[in-house]
């Protein structure tokens, strides 16, 4: 029987191991350097980036700041601080900034950093930009009181501990509300240091509202931006609180004017409006729209703002499958973009000029894919003809490409001197035939040391949101490398709803969870288990979030297929979690709304899993978040209970100061630990 032994080392410990031929291991996993780029130099030949590396003995990662020269093709540690320094970017070729402790500090490379700010606390999401002029504005979001605190409710009980709660949104994701809201600020930033950006220096957008902005739980700097004349800054919210907030992705954008405080509507449609951003000369602005309310993953598509006749279009016609889903964005001239897409299970760039805007009428475009392979590509940025973009895939961590006509060429080397000598993984594509005559790209993730003449145990990998495409990502949690250096063949499937296969692909999971999705799993588990490779007595099923759902589901509908479950922070029963979760509208949109309702969605009586967990037979292993409040705590401990009192083998994992995801570096050992102990136990060699 396969038996999976932690061995917690220390950083460095692992770091040597590394010099030997290896696998992935849970260790080497956190001891890879996390690359993020951050900005480019104005003639695109230096490149800003961070890298976070972990330590597992202070429980905590560290963020510390890199310039890669093009030139002289090397690269410089510009900020080695404790803590972590974001947002940063070029003030010129010599100077940096960058967030730090809720201020904005400048730095001249190899200098002595200075603080460029003295905001109040709660200051964060900071976003300089450099105005046509050449001056420099921060913007950036502050917080403001909007209710009372509890003292100040009971103010001769102040040892009394609760909340009062009288509407909803108490809480959001993993944290409770508070009685401060995030609004947008903007400021002028003297990067000589001469005057320091103080709380009587900044402009205070949306003072005295209730609303956000940014939106909560994810929304950052990204939906801020000022044109290049600074006559306005763009920003977006949701006019709503409470149940409404609850209820509704409509988002709005907004164009305050600096100059006389006015405030523009920017039209838009009924779902979240998102990631405003000026075109060079000013003239428009680009960002991204969703067309339905209610609708969290709805097509995110690119629209035009005309900034001076007042007009919005959409780019691209409603039947168009190739700009339907845009991640990210940048201008690169008055009529012309590159963007982030995704593609059959990838994520690619590609360039899309503009044709005329005209009032009423779907812009037209030209697109040219600039990437291709199995890889995903991610942030970037674009200066002077040089673009350079973060690039993954399933065996290989984030570093950062130049990406030319004639090449694409890693500038970045933080994780090669683990990977030089950990072994890799094949993953090949596979077109598994669907129950409805259908095809689904599946990957299939092979051990580092695959001998077609043995049998392997194999997992099936079931994904969230339950929108996400299973594409060439490289998780630190779920980590397709490292579950198949331990010996098990993984099967990934692009099952009904997910992205980058048309919009009918992606829409049939709506309101059909248990479904299509659930008979596209079996499909794709049954096709590759057809292989003589394929142990079909070890067989076993692990996933999280909608993939944890889908691990239940598939628990009482398998008939002897598994001999092993795991369902990190799973849906269970549907009726108790829509009673518990934040986010009405995802609800609504996807189960088909409030289950008192006559008649009630069918997805209650018919693809709850706890409708189902009768037919329970197999061992599971169920994990859970105590400050999971997507997917709240009593849903993994209602089907622990259950599999219990059936006298089924099952165990529950409980992270009570973990939310939806395991952030902690020690948590994350335990986890990995606990979830290739539980596969050891359960699916022999």
């Not at 409404?244 to 979240?272: C, H, K, M, W």
Request: hydrophobic fraction near 35%; proline fraction near 6%; charge should be negative.
């Amino acid at each position: 029987m396969k038996k999976f032994i932690l061995s917690v080392m220390t950083t460095s410990a692992v770091l040597g191991a590394s010099a030997q031929q290896q696998i992935m291991t849970p260790d080497l996993l956190w001891a890879l350097g996390r690359v993020h780029m951050e900005d480019v130099n104005k003639d695109g030949t230096k490149v800003l980036y961070g890298v976070t590396r972990y330590s597992l003995e202070e429980n905590k990662g560290e963020r510390d700041l890199y310039i890669y020269d093009t030139e002289s093709g090397t690269p410089n540690l510009v900020i080695d601080l404790p803590g972590s320094e974001s947002s940063a970017v070029f003030f010129d070729d010599t100077h940096i900034g960058y967030a730090k402790d809720g201020q904005y500090w400048i730095t001249e490379v190899g200098g002595t950093p200075q603080p460029l700010t003295q905001l109040p606390e709660g200051s964060g999401n900071f976003k300089p930009v450099q105005l046509k002029d050449g001056s420099w504005m921060l913007l950036f979001s502050v917080r403001e009181k909007v209710s009372e605190t509890p003292g100040e409710m009971y103010p001769s009980l102040p040892k009394a501990e609760f909340k009062v709660i009288d509407d909803l949104m108490y809480r959001h994701w993993d944290h409770w509300n508070d009685e401060f809201v995030n609004h947008p600020a903007f400021g002028k930033l003297d990067i000589s240091g001469a005057h320091q950006l103080t709380t009587g220096g900044f402009t205070h957008i949306m003072q005295g509202e209730p609303f956000e902005s940014p939106i909560p739980p994810f929304s950052g700097s990204e939906s801020f931006a000022v044109s290049p004349d600074g006559k306005y800054v763009a920003y977006n919210t949701k006019l709503t609180t409470g149940k409404e907030f609850a209820q509704s992705t409509n988002s709005i954008i907004f164009l305050y004017d600096t100059e006389n405080g006015d405030v523009i509507e920017v039209p838009g449609r009924s779902g979240y409006d998102s990631s405003p951003k000026f075109s060079p000369d000013g003239r428009y602005l680009a960002f991204t729209s969703m067309e339905h309310d209610g609708y969290e993953s709805d097509e995110s598509r690119l629209a035009i703002y005309d900034v001076r006749k007042k007009f919005t279009v959409i780019v691209g016609a409603a039947e168009d499958q190739v700009v339907e889903y845009i991640n990210d964005f940048q201008w690169t001239s008055k009529d012309e973009l590159i963007v982030n897409v995704p593609f059959h299970a990838t994520q690619r760039l590609a360039k899309i000029e503009l044709g005329r805007l005209r009032e009423g009428e779907a812009l037209s475009y030209e697109l040219e894919y600039l990437t291709d392979g199995d890889y995903n590509y991610q942030g970037f940025h674009y200066a002077k003809g040089n673009l350079f973009a973060e690039r993954q895939d399933m065996n290989h961590a984030t570093e950062i490409y130049s990406v030319t006509e004639d090449a694409v060429t890693p500038i970045t080397h933080v994780n090669d001197g683990i990977y030089e000598h950990v072994d890799m993984s094949n993953v090949e594509k596979r077109m598994v035939p669907t129950s409805d005559g259908k095809e689904m790209l599946t990957w299939v993730i092979y051990p580092p040391d695959f001998d077609p003449n043995k049998k392997y145990p194999t997992l099936l990998y079931c994904q969230g949101g339950p929108q996400s495409p299973v594409s060439q990502f490289y998780s630190f949690r779920w980590n397709f490398q490292l579950m198949a250096a331990q010996g098990y063949i993984v099967v990934a499937p692009n099952r009904r709803g997910v992205q980058g296969f048309g919009s009918e692909w992606n829409e049939e999971i709506s309101k059909d969870w248990g479904g299509q999705a659930m008979r596209d799993y079996l499909a794709a588990i049954d096709d590759v288990a057809k292989e003589p490779y394929v142990d079909t007595e070890n067989l076993g099923a692990v996933g999280a979030s909608y993939g944890g759902y889908s691990v239940y589901m598939l628990a009482g509908i398998h008939e002897g297929r598994f001999s092993a479950f795991i369902s990190h922070c799973g849906l269970f029963n549907l009726e108790s979690w829509y009673g518990v979760t934040e986010e009405l509208f995802f609800a609504n949109w996807d189960i088909g709304g409030p289950y008192w309702t006559n008649p009630a969605p069918e997805s209650y009586a018919e693809f709850s899993p706890h409708k189902y967990v009768q037919n329970w037979d197999t061992p599971i292993l169920v994990i859970h978040g105590g400050n999971d409040f997507r997917v709240p705590e009593n849903q993994g401990m209602e089907a622990f209970q259950a599999a219990q009192l059936q006298g089924i083998d099952s165990k529950f994992l409980y992270f009570p100061n973990e939310g939806h995801w395991v952030l902690s570096p020690q948590n994350g050992m335990v986890w990995h630990s606990e979830f290739f102990g539980w596969l050891a136990k359960h699916l022999k060699e």
